[in-house]
């Protein structure tokens, strides 16, 4: 099969799809099934030589010593935390913008998750912030690498090595980014990967990866996911169940193969959307996403800002054209009732809560096509009157 992305041909006016991994899977499908019949013929479905294999291989993509498979992303942060021992009495630094499972993992091993609020540029945590934060009681900082962007990591280093904290990189949504030259699983004590099937690698399920340059966290990670037990039924510890699936691992083997060339694929939607509204003249109505000049992004999700209120009529636009889109956060964690006893208030992180209320994801999968995107690039320039036809939202003009 050609390197080059399949194009599949579809009806002019057919639905846009915020992703399809149909057409993922037809990429791949010959190769996919047969490590599929690979596993079921073997009926090694827990660890075993294709979870070795998958971590040896991501250890190499990341340049990290170790990777350790697991269950999920949610489940390589708890059990970083565990590995580090964080608990009871114990906070770490987060953002709260960001998906849920980056603060539940902070409570679910007893200890507080202590918000601060984001850059408004790159929606990730602002530095300044994060050492205005720390406390005695801060054992970890845990920097979210939110849509595919790094977070501006050497000011973190600073103020974790300052106060001797371990750093936990989120990089949930960040597989193949960098960082001055240097990948997302390599910027902190233990990074955490999720192998949730929308990720850029994603599985035909749940699936997790913990990475890291430590030995001794290497080791302890390993035994901790098997219920602290070091072999033969002799537990050292209280662990988790939270094994990586052989199925889940032969999948993303054949997957990985051509994560690079999805990623540039992603870049090079996300770079024609920015030459396309800059055209349109739309840079006083939306904001598109900004990379910090060190950052290699990786656009897990395209993400743009709507200004004056506008984002629900930019929605009502894009559901008339049919063009899938999502909010990516609509509620920022703080003001979450589950956090509510945590006694944040409203106001109080305003980039993180004007980001929720003005962001918007539209669709950057490799498989998009120029054809497809450009129905999408017509419908938000409709929506502001940028192309001809009958405007949905007045377009804002310079005084």
Request: net charge negative; glycine share 8%; proline share 5%.
């Amino acid at each position: 099969m050609s390197q080059a992305i399949l194009q599949m041909t579809f009806p002019e006016n057919a639905p846009v799809p915020l992703i399809d991994l149909v057409e993922q899977f037809e990429t791949q499908r010959d190769e996919i099934m047969e490590v599929v019949e690979r596993v079921f013929s073997k009926q090694g479905f827990i660890l075993g030589e294709e979870v070795a294999g998958l971590e040896n291989e991501i250890a190499s993509y990341c340049d990290s010593r170790f990777a350790i498979g697991c269950a999920s992303g949610t489940d390589a942060l708890v059990l970083a935390l565990m590995a580090l021992d964080i608990g009871p009495g114990d906070e770490v630094i987060t953002t709260p913008f960001t998906f849920f499972a980056t603060a539940s993992s902070i409570v679910r091993v007893g200890a507080t998750p202590v918000f601060v609020d984001i850059d408004p540029q790159t929606y990730n945590l602002d530095p300044a912030a994060v050492a205005a934060a720390v406390t005695s009681r801060t054992k970890a900082i845990m920097p979210v690498h939110l849509y595919g962007q790094c977070a501006d990591m050497q000011p973190i280093w600073r103020v974790a090595v300052r106060h001797g904290l371990a750093v936990i990189e989120d990089a949930a949504q960040a597989i193949g980014a960098r960082y001055d030259n240097r990948s997302a699983g390599v910027l902190g004590t233990i990074a955490c990967f999720s192998f949730f099937p929308t990720k850029n690698l994603g599985g035909a399920g749940d699936g997790g990866m913990l990475a890291t340059d430590d030995p001794d966290l290497n080791a302890r990670l390993r035994r901790l996911r098997v219920h602290g037990d070091v072999g033969r039924y002799d537990h050292v510890e209280v662990g988790l169940n939270s094994r990586l699936d052989a199925l889940q691992a032969a999948v993303l083997r054949v997957k990985l193969r051509k994560l690079a060339e999805w990623t540039e694929a992603r870049r090079a939607n996300a770079a024609r959307y920015e030459q396309a509204f800059a055209s349109m003249g739309l840079q006083g109505e939306i904001t598109t996403p900004y990379t910090q000049p060190q950052n290699y992004h990786v656009y897990n999700q395209y993400c743009v800002r709507v200004h004056d209120g506008q984002r629900s009529a930019l929605m009502d636009q894009l559901k008339t054209s049919q063009i899938g889109h999502a909010v990516y956060y609509p509620a920022p964690l703080h003001l979450q009732t589950c956090f509510k006893s945590l006694g944040y208030q409203q106001g109080q992180f305003p980039e993180a809560e004007r980001a929720s209320r003005e962001i918007i994801a539209l669709p950057i999968y490799a498989e998009l096509g120029e054809a497809r995107q450009q129905r999408v690039i017509r419908a938000v320039g409709k929506a502001f009157g940028a192309e001809t036809g009958r405007s949905t939202i007045p377009l804002r003009r310079a005084a």
